[in-house]
């Protein structure tokens, strides 16, 4: 909408180097995103990142999540 534009990213892939400083696993990972984008004279001049890291770090084994118990 006007001089912006939106997408949702769906990231699968193999942990197969080092990334952010965790050597490579091997291990299958997927996660989402999305990306805001400003553009200007056909150029994209700004852009908004938003991924679920904490998704993609529990699947590396860098931290466990809790899951709440049962009410």
């Not at 080092?18 to 700004?46: S, Y």
Request: proline share 3%; charged share 20%.
């Amino acid at each position: 909408q006007g001089d912006r534009v939106v997408a949702m990213l769906h990231c699968t892939g193999t942990h197969s180097g080092d990334q952010l400083g965790i050597p490579a696993t091997g291990k299958r990972v997927e996660f989402g995103g999305v990306v805001i984008a400003r553009i200007q004279n056909g150029l994209f001049v700004e852009t908004w990142n938003f991924f679920d890291f904490l998704k993609l770090y529990e699947q590396l084994g860098m931290l466990r999540l809790e899951k709440p118990a049962s009410a």
